[in-house]
């Protein structure tokens, strides 16, 4: 089964999850505010996709950190992600042809 990760929220999640439902595709969407994800999973996502294009840097979320924060987040990506789930770029697709962050059309289509 394909697991979407999304927010609800976000108007480009909303997008890709109507392509899946209109193929028809066995899949499961998860709301990352409504879901936390585990230390497991996000590694796993910060190990595929580094920290620098997991985390949304143009995101309001970014924009409310501190300075700190924001200066060490190459270190801390996994905590700041676990405090502040809308950090996090989305969607993230996690089916049989891999992981996929984002709503390029073609890597949507290759998990359809």
């Known amino acids: 089964m394909i697991k979407i990760y999304h927010l609800k929220s976000c108007d480009s999640c909303r ?29 796993r996502f910060l190990d595929n996709f580094g920290w620098e294009t997991l985390i949304n840097r143009r995101s309001t ?16 990506a996994l905590s700041l992600l676990q405090s502040y789930p809308a950090l996090m770029k989305r969607p993230v697709i996690d089916g049989p042809a891999g992981l996929t ?12």
Do not use: Q
């Not at 390029?104 to 359809?112: G, N, P, V």
């Open 15 to 43: 997008k890709v999850l109507k392509v899946f439902k209109a193929a028809g595709a066995d899949y499961a969407a998860i709301d990352v505010r409504e879901t936390p994800l585990s230390v497991d999973i996000l590694s």
């Open 101 to 112: 962050l984002g709503t390029a059309k073609a890597d949507i289509e290759r998990h359809l």
């Open 61 to 76: 979320t970014w924009r409310g950190l501190s300075e700190d924060e924001k200066s060490s987040a190459g270190d801390n």
